[in-house]
């Protein structure tokens, strides 16, 4: 019985190293990064955000997300209010179309969050569908 629980942890400590080394790219200048969740524990990263050109970084979290309302609200599988976040961008005009449409993305996105049906991955991958979808019309 040892044996297994001990196998177990090792396997997922290793699994963790690996999710919190991991950077996924979806093209040359876009790419997921993981990290940990708000108030979780930094062996744990499993939060994403869309990244932009190094520079521009936008994600979607519960707007109060150490609440332990919204902590027993997201385990027992119900949505909570939520936000898609701009933490990394200028106003800049010269801002490129990537980081126009990213910013207009988050801008119009009001859905709850959801562990199953909505969380920070579908909203990872829903902006940058809504990005390359502009790029090619």
């Not at 950077?23 to 930094?42: D, M, V």
């Not at 701009?86 to 490129?96: A, H, K």
Request: with cysteine; hydrophobic share 40%; aromatic share 10%.
């Amino acid at each position: 019985m040892f044996i297994v629980g001990l196998r177990t942890f090792v396997l997922f400590a290793l699994l963790c190293k690996l999710v919190n080394s991991l950077s996924f790219r979806a093209t040359e200048r876009i790419k997921l990064q993981t990290s940990p969740l708000i108030g979780g524990p930094s062996w744990l990263p499993v939060h994403v955000k869309v990244v932009i050109d190094e520079n521009h970084a936008f994600d979607f979290v519960p707007l109060n997300p150490t609440s332990k309302d919204t902590l027993r609200k997201l385990v027992s599988l119900q949505a909570v209010p939520a936000e898609a976040r701009i933490l990394r961008s200028s106003n800049d005009e010269r801002d490129n179309e990537y980081v126009y449409r990213a910013r207009t993305f988050c801008e119009r996105y009001s859905k709850r969050l959801h562990l199953v049906r909505n969380n920070c991955w579908t909203f990872a991958f829903e902006i940058i569908q809504y990005i390359m979808k502009e790029k090619q019309q």
